[in-house]
């Protein structure tokens, strides 16, 4: 059974930084396209940023240059590294695996495992 869970969620500051996990059972990260999805109350469900098999990655316009997404395929663990954070960023944070695509896409659809969510909140 593939699960995939998320940590590292909380309370921050405008400016303060927080990293957040995903740890994937049941599957191998190494083929996969990984990504990190967010969703803002009374919002649909956004693309953030995501990474290939090889180590490519894509940002939202929003976290460029602020987040960064890694990988450690051996202990089949994601990670987002998120830096200068804004009261925007305020969303539950979900990680997903796309394992068809080779390349990144943002569509939400074509990622077919999503953990449960690990809640972000910037106050100002």
């Known amino acids: 059974q593939v699960q995939l869970v998320e940590s590292g969620g909380g309370l921050a500051q405008a400016g303060d930084s927080l990293r957040l996990s995903c740890a994937g059972s049941?599957?191998?990260?190494?083929?996969?396209?990984m990504g990190w999805f967010r969703q803002a109350p009374g919002k649909e469900r956004e693309f953030v940023t995501g990474i290939s098999w090889s180590g490519d990655t894509t940002y939202a316009a929003s976290v460029k240059g602020r987040f960064t997404i890694s990988r450690d395929n051996a202990k089949t663990t994601l990670y987002l590294q998120m830096s200068s954070l804004k009261p925007e960023d305020t969303a539950t944070y979900y990680c997903?695996?796309?394992?068809?695509?080779?390349?990144?896409?943002?569509?939400?659809?074509?990622?077919?495992?999503w953990g449960q969510g690990t809640r972000v909140t910037v106050s100002s």
């Open positions: 049941g599957l191998t990260f190494g083929p996969y396209v």
């Open positions: 997903a695996v796309d394992r068809l695509s080779r390349l990144i896409t943002t569509r939400t659809s074509d990622y077919d495992y």
